[in-house]
């Protein structure tokens, strides 16, 4: 029988922050002002191939105010739906390790300071730290929980050329590890439906991070952004996505193989809806939502009666 945590069947992050704060915590979408190692020069300058030109943090605030400024701007919209009173400082656009530790520690503090702020989250690469940044965090992770949200994508180094994501498998395994020896909360990012994987390459993938002591994961479809690198080469040879119903039992799969006390932050992605080309599907997050409960229930009836029959 599949374990439940509250009305689904994985381990939500909806319900553990409610079980942790008492309260629904909402997410503010941050810009840091930084770039990355694979645009300025360091490691590339077209970025990875799917990446948008907001380095991801489409969703986030003008780089151009001051975090507490953006924590107001970005606040305003939620307030207008819920009366929330407890709320996550997500660094969100591009690589928000990437910059000398003491902006670093300027922009870090200005949110976790805020008492209406009981999360800082921050979204980086694994190849952009230093022993200074690891200090760092483990500081401010002593005043309020940090969780570090990295690009893992894939385990597969044909995947990873492809992307031109620029950093390895190893690079990434090392980092996991050092932030878990420092108690920071691990959060993974994986892409499903890559044309260089098969179904079983991407279960691998879920297989090595279950192998982890992490704490958190995405799931995320592909997507196929304009302006991008991806967005180029689809639109001249276009290549076969997953149905949003391949994309559920795949998802469905990956839950399968990954410890219950995994928190999923995110089963399906927000792409925006001005610039995605496909898959159109995952613009009905929705639909995508029911189509993985409905699954999951089918499957766990079918199971069941399984056990049933011996």
Same mark, same amino acid.
């Given at each position: ?33 930084? @770039?990355?190692? =694979? ?14 030109? +907001? ?43 990437? &910059?000398? /530790? ?6 870090? @503090? ?54 031109? $994501? ?11 590890? $050092?932030?878990?020896? #420092?108690?920071?909360?691990?959060? &993974? %990012? /994986?892409? #499903?439906?890559?044309? $260089?994987?098969?179904?079983? =390459? ?5 297989? %090595? ?6 704490? +958190? ?19 001249? %040879? ?9 994309? &559920? ?13 995994? /928190?999923?932050?995110?089963? @399906? ?34 199971? +069941?009666?399984?056990?049933?029959? +011996?």
């Amino acid at each position: 029988m599949s374990t439940f945590w509250g009305d689904k069947r994985y381990h939500s992050l909806d319900w553990e922050m409610k079980r942790t704060f008492g309260e629904k915590v909402y997410k503010l979408a941050l810009d840091g002002g930084m @770039t990355c190692p =694979n645009r300025d020069g360091n490691l590339g300058t077209g970025g990875c191939i799917f990446c948008s030109e +907001g380095g991801s943090g489409d969703f986030a605030a003008s780089s151009l105010l001051s975090v507490n400024e953006q924590i107001e701007e970005a606040k305003k919209a939620i307030l207008q739906k819920t009366d929330c009173r407890k709320f996550i400082a997500y660094f969100q656009a591009y690589s928000n390790t990437y &910059a000398p /530790v003491n902006i670093l520690r300027e922009k870090f @503090t200005a949110a976790i300071c805020r008492p209406d702020v009981a999360v800082l989250s921050i979204a980086t690469r694994s190849d952009c730290f230093s022993p200074e940044i690891y200090e760092l965090l483990a500081e401010l992770n002593t005043r309020k929980p940090i969780w570090v949200e990295l690009g893992y994508q894939s385990m597969h180094a044909s995947s990873h050329r492809w992307m031109g $994501t620029g950093f390895d498998l190893k690079v990434f395994t090392d980092c996991v590890n $050092t932030l878990h020896s #420092l108690g920071i909360r691990v959060i &993974a %990012h /994986v892409i #499903l439906g890559l044309p $260089t994987e098969s179904r079983e =390459n991407m279960l691998d993938s879920v297989r %090595h991070l279950a192998s982890l002591p992490l704490w +958190g994961i995405k799931l995320q479809m592909l997507h196929i952004l304009k302006g991008t690198a991806l967005g180029a080469q689809y639109q001249e %040879h276009p290549f076969p996505l997953l149905t949003m119903e391949e994309y &559920a039992s795949l998802v469905i799969a990956c839950l399968e193989l990954l410890p219950g006390d995994v /928190v999923i932050h995110r089963l @399906t992605g927000d792409g925006p809806r001005a610039s995605l080309i496909a898959p159109l599907w995952t613009l009905h997050k929705k639909q995508v939502l029911n189509t993985i409960a409905k699954q999951q229930k089918r499957l766990n009836s079918y199971q +069941g009666k399984e056990v049933e029959n +011996g």
